[in-house]
Structure formats: structure tokens, C-alpha cells
């Protein structure tokens, strides 16, 4: 297996090889969460440290199951009540990490870089669980798993990611991840929504939804990050979802077996149409949620096994 990461921080330093390992792991995963006994001893004896300095049910609870089922001892600290709200910095932060002994630090944080920072710091394997507007590498490796499995390839596809492109750094990371596996992209949102910039990563930018989805595989749409927004970026949810809200007439656009994806939180009736939303035929959302777990175990898995190998390597004495 070709996995040479000391960290996950992001999609960009992984190869496409590294890519399929990490999915090809995440497989047997999945497999084996569906089973009675969903136990693995993989990362039996290690500490992971789940550290959220923004809030996040779904992707805590993704990497405290996938850490439990991997066998490690799990802690999650609690960042909005700890010692940052006292002025302690990440540095000081990191010293007492690294006082504590973890192996694996899952770490979500509002400010994009500051993950990056901690890994510079800490003495084990870091996984970037979302960073400001920068990435959010397992959303994304979750994602192509998903669509792996629903589309039986994960190459040479048409996929239109839809509505909030210049604030999600989901988009960012699947942006990365599909343009690496030689898939044509496409971004539709209004000009206030997609930055000129995204063009950058190769994808074809259309304002008009119906447009932007003809004869695509896979529609990925986005939540509206309001957190995220200082200005009048729409002119009302009611509007937006007229023009960019999927429903069964814009997805009519796409082709007959075009899969309809979604990160969540969901916002019905802004984003998305709840009946499309809950389509058993097209709708893979809730297989999203399982493949998290899935990708995030394999994760952890691979980072373990490079930590291990780290470890067992002699000190040479200079």
C-alpha cells in the first residue's frame, strides 16, 4: 500500500496513488462497519485527542466512532470551554499536547493555517478536520469513496458543485481531489458566491443552474455558510433557492442515473428540495455519512502505521 503522509492537513500534497489507498482501505471499512462485530484492534494501545475550536456534531462523532472502532483511547477536549478563552496560544497549546503523549490529534479550527501550525508542533500525526475557508480533507475523501462506490469509477466524470463555492473549503478540497483524478468540474452559483479564482483549479463556471447541470454524473451541492458571510452575498433564501436550490426540474437537466449529493447540515428548501434530498433513487446523502466513518478510520489507520515505522526508525547520532 503507497501511503507516505506523516499528516492529513490536506488533499493537495497526496498523489492520486495515495488517493486509492487510503479509498481501497476505506472500502474493507466500510464493509466491516455493516458487519455485527465492527470492532478492529488497528489502533489498539494508541491516544487520539479530538480538538474542535468550532462546533461540529457530524464530524466529531465521525472520528470519535471511527477512533472507537479502530480501538484507541478517545479523548475529546472540550476547546470552546479551555484555557484559549484565557489568551493560552496554539504553541502553548501544543507544549501541553505534547506533555500528554497522543499519537493521533484530530483538530477543527475557524482560522485556515493554524492546523498546519499545530503539526509543526506536536509530536504525533495531525488530521485536518476543516480549517477555516482552507480545506477539509476527509469531507472530500468521503465524497470520492461515495461516489466511487455509487459510480463504479472515480475518474473521467462531470460534476457540478453547487451554491456556496467561495466560502466552503469542502469545495476547495473536492475541487483538489477530482481535478487529481482527471475528472471535468463544473462550479454554478451567482458571481457573489463563485470567485473568479476557483477557475484556477481547471473548472468550467456557469451562473445559470439548468445550464451548469446539463448531462453531469454527480451534483454536489453546498450549505450556505452564513457564519461565514459579512455581506449581502443573496438577495433572500426565497430568491436563492429559485434560481439555485436543487429540485426535481433543475435536476431533470443532469443525466437520468446523476447522483445528488450534500455535506450537510442541510437547509431544506434553500439548498435543496426535500423530496430530491430524500430520494432513495438518486439521493446519496445519507451514504456520505457512512463513508465518513469509513474514510476516517483509514485514515487514522495509514497515519498510525507511518507513525509506528517513524518510531521504530534508530536515532542516527551526529
Partial sequence: MTFRQKHLLGIEPLHPT?????????????????????????????????MFFENSTRTQASFELA?????????????????????????????????????LLVVRHPHSGAVDLLAQKVNCAVLNAGDG???????????????????????RLNIAICGDIAHSRVARSNLILLGKMENRIRLVGPPTLVPAQFAEFGAEVYE??????????????????????????????????????????????AKPDAIVMHPGPMNRGVEI??????????????????????????????????????RAKPRVMV
Fill in 133 to 155: 475557508r482552507h480545506e477539509h480533507p476527509t469531507q472530500a475523501l468521503l465524497d470520492a469513496l461515495t461516489i466511487r462506490r455509487s459510480k463504479g469509477r472515480l475518474h
Fill in 18 to 50: 495515495e488517493i486509492t489507498t487510503l479509498l481501497d482501505l476505506a472500502d474493507q471499512y466500510a464493509d466491516l462497519n455493516r458487519r455485527e462485530q465492527k470492532h478492529s484492534d488497528a489502533l489498539s494501545g494508541l491516544t487520539q485527542v479530538n
Fill in 208 to 253: 445559470d443552474m439548468r445550464e451548469g447541470l446539463r448531462d453531469v454524473d454527480v451534483v454536489m451541492m453546498l450549505r450556505l455558510q452564513k457564519e461565514r458571510m459579512d455581506g449581502g452575498f443573496i438577495p433572500s433564501e426565497r430568491e436563492y433557492y429559485h434560481r439555485y436550490g436543487l429540485d426535481a426540474e433543475k435536476l431533470s437537466y
Fill in 273 to 310: 428540495d426535500g423530496e430530491i434530498a430524500d430520494d432513495i433513487n438518486r439521493s446519496v446523502i445519507q451514504e456520505q455519512v457512512e463513508m465518513g466513518v469509513a474514510v476516517r478510520m483509514a485514515a487514522m489507520d495509514l497515519l498510525a502505521r507511518n507513525l509506528h515505522e517513524a
Fill in 67 to 103: 477512533g472507537k472502532r479502530l480501538g484507541a483511547d478517545v479523548m475529546n477536549m472540550a476547546m470552546q470551554a479551555s484555557s484559549i478563552k484565557k489568551g493560552e496560544t496554539l504553541i502553548d497549546t501544543a507544549m501541553t499536547l505534547n506533555a500528554m503523549h497522543p499519537d
